[in-house]
């Protein structure tokens, strides 16, 4: 029973880390999911309609939120990653078209 308890701390400790936003534009729809829900972190481009972020890190607490909107964007163009986290985490779902500002 120790195992499972010591298994649920660590597991808090990866919460607990800073994200990063990244976004690929090339891959956005402009559905507007992502700022309709959480504008404090995204908006989108009066020019093309796509996703801007606000913000290129968030703490802690902001992660429920940031995964609600990047589980209600149809083109899955949001990927969270630990902002301390070693470069290529997103290795496989990059393209020229990521980008984490605006």
Not at 22 to 35: F, M, P
Not at 37 to 54: A, C, I, K
Not at 55 to 64: I, K, M
């Amino acid at each position: 029973m120790a195992d499972t308890a010591d298994t649920a701390d660590s597991t808090d400790t990866t919460v607990a880390a800073r994200v990063e936003i990244r976004v690929d534009r090339d891959s956005c729809v402009g559905s507007g999911a992502c700022a309709l829900f959480e504008p404090d972190f995204f908006d989108q481009s009066e020019e093309d309609g796509l996703v801007v972020p606000r913000v290129r890190e968030a703490g802690p607490e902001a992660l429920p939120a940031l995964r609600t909107a990047a589980s209600r964007c149809p083109a899955r163009a949001i990927v969270l990653v630990p902002a301390d986290g070693p470069e290529g985490a997103c290795d496989g779902q990059a393209s020229a078209g990521w980008d984490r500002s605006d």
